[in-house]
């Protein structure tokens, strides 16, 4: 069963910076694409960046002047730097990992909190 471990949230004031990791248990080749969402108490889950091994990162676009994702393939790790955070940005943030072709399935992080507040 493939694992994704998500570390790094936190609280942190307005204006702070954060860096979480996504480590995935198998290699992260196996997937077409691999980023974060995040959901916020009573909303629902939105795509915050996703990574393609091939091709550019997409961002939202509340947060792509802000936040950089990346993915390292010998450590088969995914990371979220978020910089100048805002209390919008307060939210669980879930790793997630799609595989190939359309009916390829999504493997999913457990979560981690952020929260911005001073």
């Known amino acids: 069963q493939v694992q994704l471990v998500e570390s790094g949230g936190g609280l942190v004031q307005p204006g702070g910076s954060l860096r979480l990791s996504c480590t995935i248990s198998?290699?992260?080749?196996?997937?077409?694409?691999v980023g974060w969402y995040r959901q916020a108490p009573g909303k629902q889950r939105e795509m915050v960046a996703t990574?393609?091994?091939?091709?550019?990162?997409n961002y939202a676009d509340g947060v792509k002047d802000r936040f950089t994702a990346s993915a390292d393939s010998d450590m088969n790790t995914v990371y979220l730097q978020m910089s100048n955070l805002k209390s919008e940005d307060t939210a669980v943030y879930f790793c997630?990992?799609?595989?190939?072709?359309?009916?390829?399935?999504?493997?999913w992080g457990q979560g981690t909190q952020v929260t911005v507040s001073s």
């Open positions: 198998v290699s992260i080749w196996r997937y077409a694409a």
């Open positions: 997630y990992a799609r595989e190939f072709g359309p009916d390829g399935s999504t493997d």
């Open positions: 990574v393609y091994p091939t091709g550019p990162t």
